[in-house]
């Protein structure tokens, strides 16, 4: 029997310019996709339009551009999805698998775990959030390369949030929606979302949705302490270091390409990526509890 193709995705939110995390994650999905003789698909996580800053998904889909990157077909958005999203919705609503929730931040305060306030309040979903009920059950994946991770969503998560009360859908919903609608097959991100996913992994079981790979890359941290981030004012990448960022996110990825690269082109270093892609080379994220892996 022939395995499934390969299809990747990589899915940057448009709230600032791509900067060198960024990098190292497309960098990773691209040639894990291409390694495999897959597809590499490229969808905009617009989802927030208040956070969304002018011009910067043309400003991502240039940078891209300008360091070597090539995608399949067109670039999907999110702000087109919201039909999907709101389907899906409903339909776990009418199973009684989600429901509307009025609490504030205020009440919430404190509690880092919802605490099921409104779970049998049977509140109107037209004006609140929507949370998502969990089973007191551990959800238990194995990561390429972080190893296995488990989480028991009832105890260390809570009923989670899938509908925001001003009405935006939350990511947990659109991703897990939208990679199934792409068929995405394998999944390669940083690991800031790794917790996200056995709340992703139930998802797709009430959704009926296959469950697809999964990739986490370690986070890169700047010396503050902070992940490189768009929130924390990392720096944008320049277009004219392409073969050099390109090279240097390699090592980041455990990889080990020549010096020489650095002085090619952007194309170059792509193609010795995608030749000499070992996925075992990367690194594991620091710091994970001991609780989570196992």
């Known amino acids: 029997m022939n395995a499934p193709a390969y299809t990747g995705r990589f ?3 448009p709230s600032g310019y791509l900067h060198f995390g960024s990098l190292v994650a497309a960098l990773a999905s691209y040639l ?3 390694a495999a003789g897959g597809r590499w698909l490229l ?3 617009d ?3 208040p956070r969304e800053v002018p011009g910067a998904q043309d400003a991502i889909l240039h940078t891209l551009e300008t360091y070597g990157f090539e995608w399949d077909g067109a670039v999907e958005r999110q702000s087109t999805r919201h039909g999907a999203y709101a389907a899906a919705l409903d339909g776990l609503l009418a199973r009684g698998l989600a429901y509307a929730c009025t609490c504030s931040r205020k009440q919430l305060e404190g509690q880092p775990i919802y605490p099921g306030t409104c779970r049998n309040a049977g509140h109107d979903p037209a004006n609140a959030a929507i949370r998502l009920r969990v089973p007191d059950a551990e959800y238990r994946f194995v990561d390429r390369v972080q190893g296995a991770f488990a989480q028991n969503l009832a105890r260390e998560v809570g009923d989670f949030v899938i509908r925001r009360r001003d009405g935006l859908y939350a990511y947990q919903l659109a991703v897990v ?3 199934a609608w792409q068929g995405v ?8 979302l790794l917790d996200s996913t056995p709340r992703q992994l139930f998802l797709q079981e009430q959704l009926g949705l296959s469950h697809p790979r999964y990739l986490h890359i370690p986070l890169l941290l700047q010396p503050d302490g902070h992940k490189l ?10 277009p004219d270091q392409a073969p050099a960022l390109l090279t240097r996110a390699l090592r980041a990825l455990g990889q080990q390409p020549p010096a020489e690269l650095e002085q090619g082109n952007a194309a170059s270093v792509l ?3 995608i030749r000499l892609w070992h996925p075992a080379a990367i690194p594991r994220q620091a710091g994970l509890a001991e609780a989570q892996l196992r």
């Open 32 to 34: 894990d996709a291409r």
């Open 177 to 179: 929606l939208d990679d």
């Open 11 to 13: 899915a940057p939110t």
């Open 185 to 192: 097959s394998d999944i390669v991100r940083g690991a800031d």
């Open 271 to 273: 193609a010795w990526g």
């Open 47 to 49: 989802l927030d339009p």
């Open 229 to 238: 981030g768009k929130s924390y004012r990392s720096p944008p990448l320049p």
């Open 43 to 45: 969808r905009m996580e």
